[in-house]
């Protein structure tokens, strides 16, 4: 019995608490729209679109180690990122400011409160939100932040 408990004990997890993201898809699977990723990886039909060029990414706002994957569909009127969300926080996007330079997109993780029982996961599912005019030439500018929503019941 010992020795089955340390069998499982040693067997490690890529995805889990302070683990770190899943790395970004290959040039090659993007373009192709290969098959689902690994765990906590989006399935590549989701990063179906035109990539935002990294220099026009600004994301020194995020955490360590959180995704900067962003990229626009629907002519350019929807911008897409892989946001990060854990146990029982669920991520989506807000865009809180957009003008002709740039856009503001919120990487938003709410969490019920007060909460019942979570796993240690980590999730890392692409996120949309609407923009007024198409991205074309701007700057965007991520952040992130977490709140607290009433839970249900």
Same mark, same amino acid.
């Given at each position: 019995?010992?020795?089955?408990?340390?069998?499982?004990?040693?067997?490690?997890?890529?995805?889990?608490?302070?683990?770190?993201?899943?790395?970004?898809?290959?040039?090659?699977?993007?373009?192709?729209?290969?098959?689902?990723?690994?765990?906590?990886?989006?399935?590549?039909?989701?990063?179906?679109?035109?990539?935002?060029?990294?220099?026009?990414?600004?994301?020194?706002?995020?955490?360590?180690?959180?995704?900067?994957?962003?990229?626009?569909?629907?002519?350019?009127?929807? #911008? !897409?990122?892989?946001?990060?969300?854990?146990?029982?926080?669920?991520?989506?996007?807000?865009?809180?400011?957009?003008?002709?330079?740039?856009?503001?997109?919120?990487?938003?993780?709410?969490?019920?409160?007060?909460?019942?029982?979570?796993?240690?996961?980590?999730?890392?599912?692409?996120?949309?939100?609407?923009?007024?005019?198409?991205?074309?030439?701007?700057? !965007? #500018?991520?952040?992130?932040?977490?709140?607290?929503?009433?839970?249900?019941?």
């Amino acid at each position: 019995m010992l020795f089955a408990l340390t069998a499982c004990a040693e067997k490690q997890s890529d995805v889990g608490f302070g683990a770190q993201p899943p790395p970004p898809p290959s040039e090659q699977q993007s373009s192709t729209g290969g098959s689902s990723g690994g765990a906590g990886q989006p399935p590549q039909r989701a990063l179906k679109g035109t990539e935002v060029p990294a220099e026009r990414v600004d994301a020194s706002a995020l955490p360590d180690g959180y995704p900067r994957q962003v990229w626009t569909r629907n002519s350019g009127r929807e #911008i !897409v990122a892989i946001g990060q969300e854990g146990g029982c926080g669920s991520v989506r996007a807000e865009v809180t400011e957009q003008n002709a330079e740039r856009v503001e997109l919120a990487l938003v993780e709410e969490t019920e409160e007060p909460s019942g029982p979570c796993t240690m996961d980590l999730r890392y599912p692409p996120v949309v939100a609407s923009l007024s005019e198409p991205l074309a030439d701007r700057t !965007v #500018i991520l952040t992130q932040r977490e709140v607290k929503v009433p839970a249900d019941g």
